[in-house]
C-alpha cells in the first residue's frame, strides 16, 4: 500500500511537470524563444500563416518555415495550451529578442502572473501612471502592466484583471570579463575616499602615490579607490589661478570617506596667483581589499624598448577589437575590470556588461590608428607608464565614418614577463 | 523513497517561494517622529531619494487601502502625505478613526471643500476634502506632520 502510494504521488508530480502544451516560463534565452515558436508553428501547420504579423522584413521561406534572415521576426500567436508556470496565456507575440504575453481575463490570471514574476525575481516599485512593474535583470529585462477589467485597485484585483508580461533576452555571456560581478566580494566596511575639491577659476593636476590623473572628473570630486595599494596613500595638487581670470582664487581640499561621509583628513586652503602652488598631504587609506595593480611590476625605467613595446600592445589590442577575440580581450582586460570593480564593490551586473557589449560593439570598426611619437610619464619608481601621444589625438583610435573612439590606459608589465599589460 | 516523492510532489504544486504579501502591508498610522523608517519599511521597495511608495498592496491607513504615501522632511520635521483612492466610504472610514483616535477636530467647511485638523503633542493632521452637493466627492490633501 505504501509503495502504492508514493507511485501515486510520483505519478501525479509528473502529470503536473509534463507540461503538455507550452510553457513560457522555460523560455530563458532567445534560442529557446525561437525554438518553442518553431514547435508551435510545426504543430499548427493549417494555422501557421495567420500567426505571421503582415509586417515582416526580408522573410524567405525556410523548410516550410517563414523566417527572416535573423531568425523568426515577429509571430503573433493564439493557440490553446499556451501558459506561463500555469497561468493561462491569451495571446503571444513572439520576436528575435523578446515575448510579449497577455494572460487571459479570467480566474484572476493577471494577479496570478503578477505574483508568480514576483516569486521569481523579487518586489520592485510601481510605476503609478500605467501600474507597471520593472526588473532589470542580467539575461532579461521585464516589464509586467497589470490591467483593469473588474478590479478596483492592486490590493483588490478582480477576477478578469489581465496582464501583459514583455520580456527582452540579452545574450548570454560565457566570457569572464563579462561575469565579473560574480566574482566580487563586498565587505562590512567599504570606505570609498574621494578628494574633494574646493576651488573657481583655477586649474590643478593631481597626483595620487606619485601618478598623475589623468581621467576626467566631474564636480571637482576624484574618487581614489583604483590608485590606492597600500595603508598610507600620498595625494599631491600643484594649482594655479586660470591664466585669463585676475581676481584672487582661493583652492582648497579634504579627502573623505564617502562611505561614512566624514573627512580623512583636511588640506588648508590657500590663495592662488600665476605661479603654481603645491599642497600635498598623506592620509590613512585602509581598505579591506588592496589590489596588486603595478605594485609587482618591473621598473621600466630601463627598458630600452618600451615605446615599441607600448605600440605592440596598443596594436595588439586594436586586433583584438576589430577581430572580435574575444579571448584575447578578457586576457588583456580582465585584471583592470577586476580590480577597478573589487576596489569599488561593485557587484552590479551592469558594469561588466556594458563594458563587454561596447567592446563587442567596436568590432564594426573599420580600423583603429596607433600613436607612433609620444612621451611616456612614470611614476611609481618606473613601474607604472602612461603615454601622451603626439601625432595623434589618442594612444589609440578606432575609427567608424565621421566617428573617432580614442583610448588610452596605464600600463605596467608583469616582473617575469616580457610584455605590458593594461591596468588602469 | 517516500521523502524524494513527498519532495517531487510539493514542487510540482508549488515550485517557487510565494511573497508573503500580508507580512509586508505597513500601517502609517504607526509611524511616529522616533520611527526608524529603513526597518519600518523594510521588503518595500520604493520610487526615488524619498520614501515614496505607489503600490496599494502594502499600504493601508487604519485599514483604509491608500493610494500612495511618501514620508519626507519639510521643514526639519518628519512628514507623511496620503493619498487615498476617491471612495466615500474610505472618506468615512479614515474621518471616523480620526475622531476616534483624537477628538474632534478643527473644522473649515467652506461648502465647496472642507478641512479637518487636528493638533497633538505628537502630531498635526490636516485632511481636506473637495465637495459636490455638499457631499465628499475627491480628497484634495491629506498631510501628517510628526513632532519630536
Known amino acids: ?424 | 523513497m517516500k521523502k524524494l516523492a513527498l519532495t517531487l510532489f510539493l514542487t510540482s504544486v508549488v515550485g517557487y517561494t510565494q511573497v508573503d504579501y500580508d507580512a509586508l502591508v505597513k500601517n502609517l498610522e504607526e509611524i511616529t517622529a522616533k520611527t526608524d523608517l529603513p526597518q519600518f519599511f523594510e521588503g518595500l521597495p520604493y520610487s526615488g531619494t524619498n520614501y515614496t511608495f505607489y503600490d496599494d498592496r502594502f499600504l493601508r491607513f487604519y485599514d483604509v487601502i491608500i493610494d500612495e504615501a511618501q514620508i519626507a522632511y519639510f521643514v526639519d520635521e518628519l512628514a507623511i502625505m496620503i493619498t487615498p483612492f476617491n471612495k466615500v466610504e474610505d472618506f468615512n472610514n479614515i474621518r471616523s478613526k480620526l475622531i476616534e483616535t483624537y477628538g474632534a477636530p478643527e473644522l473649515n467647511d467652506r461648502g465647496y471643500s472642507c478641512d479637518y485638523r487636528w493638533d497633538t503633542n505628537e502630531r498635526s493632521i490636516v485632511l481636506s476634502i473637495n465637495k459636490i452637493d455638499g457631499e465628499f466627492n475627491t480628497f484634495e490633501w491629506f498631510f501628517i506632520t510628526l513632532h519630536e
Open chain 1, 1 to 424: 500500500m505504501k509503495n502504492f502510494i508514493i507511485v501515486l504521488i510520483l505519478l501525479m508530480s509528473t502529470a503536473i511537470n509534463s507540461q503538455t502544451n507550452y510553457n513560457f516560463s522555460e523560455i530563458k534565452s532567445s534560442p529557446d524563444l525561437q525554438k518553442l515558436l518553431l514547435k508551435i508553428m510545426d504543430e499548427h501547420k493549417e494555422t501557421r500563416s495567420s500567426m505571421l504579423l503582415e509586417f515582416i522584413e526580408d522573410a524567405k521561406v525556410v523548410d516550410d518555415i517563414v523566417t527572416s534572415s535573423r531568425g523568426i521576426y515577429s509571430s503573433k500567436i493564439y493557440v490553446k495550451g499556451m501558459h506561463y508556470a500555469g497561468i493561462p496565456i491569451a495571446e503571444a507575440i513572439f520576436s528575435n529578442n523578446s515575448i510579449k504575453l497577455t494572460t487571459d481575463t479570467l480566474n484572476y490570471s493577471g494577479k496570478k502572473l503578477l505574483e508568480k514574476i514576483e516569486s521569481e525575481n523579487g518586489l520592485t516599485p510601481v510605476y503609478y501612471n500605467d501600474r507597471s512593474y520593472d526588473w532589470e535583470k542580467e539575461t532579461e529585462t521585464i516589464n509586467l502592466r497589470v490591467k483593469f477589467v473588474n478590479g478596483e485597485n492592486l490590493a483588490l484585483l478582480g477576477d478578469k484583471d489581465f496582464a501583459v508580461l514583455k520580456i527582452d533576452f540579452k545574450p548570454i555571456y560565457k566570457i569572464p570579463l563579462a561575469k565579473i560581478h560574480h566574482k566580487i566580494k563586498k565587505f562590512k566596511k567599504q570606505p570609498d575616499y574621494v578628494l574633494s575639491s574646493s576651488t573657481e577659476h583655477s586649474i590643478y593636476d593631481v597626483f595620487i602615490n606619485g601618478i598623475k590623473i589623468e581621467e576626467n572628473y566631474t564636480y571637482d570630486r576624484l574618487h581614489l579607490n583604483k590608485y590606492i595599494t597600500s595603508n598610507v596613500t600620498s595625494v599631491k595638487i600643484i594649482a594655479k589661478r586660470e591664466p585669463d581670470y585676475n581676481e584672487k582664487v582661493y583652492y582648497s581640499a579634504a579627502i573623505l570617506d564617502q562611505s561614512i561621509n566624514e573627512d580623512v583628513k583636511i588640506i588648508e586652503g590657500r590663495f592662488l596667483g600665476d605661479k603654481t602652488v603645491v599642497f600635498e598631504t598623506s592620509f590613512n587609506s585602509e581598505l579591506p581589499y588592496y589590489p596588486e595593480a603595478w605594485t609587482n611590476g618591473s621598473d621600466l625605467r630601463k627598458e630600452k624598448k618600451l615605446k615599441e613595446k607600448v605600440i605592440t600592445l596598443y596594436n595588439k589590442l586594436g586586433k583584438a577589437i576589430l577581430e572580435n577575440d574575444e579571448q584575447m580581450l578578457n586576457s588583456m582586460l580582465y585584471q583592470r575590470q577586476f580590480e577597478v570593480q573589487q576596489v569599488n564593490y561593485d557587484t552590479t551586473f551592469l558594469t561588466a556588461r556594458i563594458l563587454w557589449g561596447n567592446l563587442i560593439e567596436r568590432s564594426v570598426y573599420v580600423n583603429h590608428t596607433v600613436s607612433k611619437d609620444f612621451e611616456i610619464d612614470f611614476s611609481t619608481n618606473g613601474k607604472l607608464i602612461y603615454c601622451h601621444p603626439k601625432d595623434t589625438k589618442e594612444m589609440i583610435i578606432f575609427e567608424e565614418e565621421n566617428y573617432d573612439d580614442p583610448f588610452n590606459f596605464y600600463l605596467y608589465e608583469p616582473k617575469g614577463s616580457n610584455e605590458l599589460k593594461i591596468i588602469r
